[in-house]
């Protein structure tokens, strides 16, 4: 049976919606188009070269995104700055409340929200409004806990925070972050991803501006923005999220500052199998842990299993690979109508053709290295719509033993492939696990929770889990990284406001050139 968009979902209604919500944040280009503003000097302005933004969902263009060169940022950063002055000073009181009136705001417009996430870094449905939902209900509770999280004399920074992040996670990480920021008395500046999400942040902001929050919105390339965002001397603190490469730039870039910074750069996450047996347990958090393709800062790229469960291993893992479900995120048969719910799907697109086309040639790679291909996924059979663009989707793979000189064995794929590393000692457990020196998370399977804790000990990873995955956490919960996956303050809970705030008695849990401290986990 041949598929369909569901009603109301084409890009060109989901754009209609998001220009009459917002008509502020956005411009018609040359060509009839839609271009994004920036949200510079306190308003919306048509300033930039506009560059056409793809989805990855079928490769459409869906606006120009109006890049700004490194003046415009320096004036637009120089403003933020005499905004901050004046937010700091602003009571808390008046802080919460506008800040509540924008939650108010985008929960009016969470499902627009959501169906903008499903266009630009393809989403599954069900995906997206978890990415809205968590950033709203995270900073509803900053809102009722900031108060006592100050209260030890807690002031906002010298000048605004400055955030960079990656495109997977636009609200709950990004903008949920700048909402906590604001509230902590902070005047905030983001830069839009590169590869996606341009178009929510661009209605997040307007209605966040609206809200008379002193927000800046910035595009361009992180070339020509870098040393702007990070280096500037007006920026109270730089919040980076995303990989080894871009973030040591960020970290080489503050070495000669004092500049308050939390930069988060990702790590191999491994699943450690030993001396364990309750395969059905695993089963549901493995399936779990394909969602949005792995393209997330937490996800389980790698399992190390002792040898003589490895069969056992693959019995569990591999009908469960086989099970998991890709592809457009808004197809739908002719029986669908409107109010019945969208594809069920563990994930869409990959965020670019040019990413699935890099992970494809790691997987090429691994093989002819000598990794042993146990499953290569294929698109066929995955509901696409009639001669739709595929190019950036990629079936899940699973491959045992990656080659040491593979890119494989040490970084994460950032993708739906996985790797398996077989040990025979608990010695060569740790150590393979231990492959990115240092990651976010990490698990350990064992019937024997008292070893499994032992072994824990010596996991360089910020959170691990016994017989359950660890994810950010929401709320209350603290997050960082070991070793290399993290520089500078810890966030999440209290630790999220000590980060954005100076004062008070308590240094700071994070990794420092002089020293890391570690809250409980």
């Excluded at 956005?26 to 793809?54: Q, S």
């Excluded at 807690?154 to 920021?181: D, T």
């Excluded at 069920?344 to 670019?352: N, T, V």
């Excluded at 308590?506 to 409980?520: E, T, V």
Aim: with cysteine.
């Amino acid at each position: 049976m041949a598929l369909r968009l569901a009603d109301g979902t084409s890009w060109s209604d989901t754009l209609a919606r998001a220009v009459a919500a917002t008509p502020e944040a956005f411009g018609t280009a040359p060509d009839g188009g839609a271009t994004l503003h920036n949200l510079v000097e306190g308003e919306w302005r048509a300033v930039g070269t506009p560059t056409a933004v793809r989805s990855p969902v079928d490769n459409t263009t869906l606006v120009n995104l109006a890049r700004l060169d490194a003046d415009a940022a320096r004036a637009a950063v120089a403003h933020a700055a005499a905004a901050h002055r004046d937010w700091a000073r602003t009571p808390l009181a008046e802080r919460t409340a506008r800040v509540d009136d924008a939650l108010d705001a985008l929960t009016a417009h969470r499902d627009l929200l959501a169906l903008l996430l499903v266009w630009e870094i393809g989403k599954p449905w069900r995906l997206a409004c978890a990415d809205v939902d968590r950033a709203l209900d995270g900073v509803r509770w900053y809102v009722s806990e900031i108060e006592r999280m100050l209260a030890d004399g807690r002031e906002p920074l010298p000048g605004p925070v400055s955030n960079i992040a990656s495109w997977n996670y636009p609200m709950s990480v990004l903008v949920h972050a700048e909402l906590v920021q604001l509230l902590a008395g902070n005047a905030v500046i983001a830069k839009t991803p590169s590869q996606g999400g341009a178009v929510c942040l661009t209605v997040a902001h307007a209605l966040m501006r609206r809200a008379g929050l002193p927000a800046t919105l910035v595009s361009g390339s992180g070339e020509e923005l870098s040393e702007v965002l990070v280096r500037a001397p007006e920026i109270g603190a730089v919040a980076f999220v995303g990989g080894r490469s871009n973030g040591g730039k960020v970290a080489a870039a503050l070495l000669d500052s004092d500049k308050r910074h939390f930069i988060e750069q990702e790590g191999l996450n491994a699943w450690g199998i030993w001396n364990f047996s309750r395969w059905d347990t695993l089963a549901a958090h493995l399936r779990k842990g394909f969602e949005y393709g792995k393209q997330r800062c937490t996800a389980y790229p790698r399992f190390v299993v002792q040898r003589d469960l490895v069969d056992e291993f693959l019995d569990m893992y591999l009908p469960v690979v086989r099970s998991i479900r890709f592809g457009h995120p808004l197809a739908v048969d002719e029986t669908w109508r409107a109010g019945d719910p969208l594809p069920e799907l563990d994930f869409g697109p990959l965020i670019s053709a040019a990413k699935a086309d890099e992970l494809r040639r790691k997987v090429d790679e691994a093989v002819r290295g000598g990794a042993v291909p146990l499953h290569r996924g294929k698109l066929d059979g995955a509901p696409f719509l009639d001669g739709q663009d595929t190019s950036a989707y990629v079936a899940p793979a699973v491959l045992l033993a990656p080659p040491g000189r593979s890119r494989l064995m040490h970084a994460e794929p950032f993708g739906p492939v996985d790797t398996i590393v077989v040990v025979d000692t608990t010695d060569e457990l740790l150590a393979q696990m231990n492959a990115s020196n240092g990651a976010l998370v990490a698990s350990l399977a064992c019937d024997d929770e008292e070893l499994a804790g032992k072994l824990a000990v010596d996991l360089q990873a910020f959170k691990v889990g016994i017989n359950k995955p660890r994810s950010r956490g929401d709320r209350d919960e603290p997050f960082g990284g070991r070793g290399a996956s993290w520089k500078g303050a810890f966030v999440g809970g209290d630790l999220l406001v000590q980060a954005v705030t100076v004062g008070g008695d308590r240094r700071l849990y994070g990794n420092f050139p002089d020293y890391s401290s570690y809250p409980a986990t």
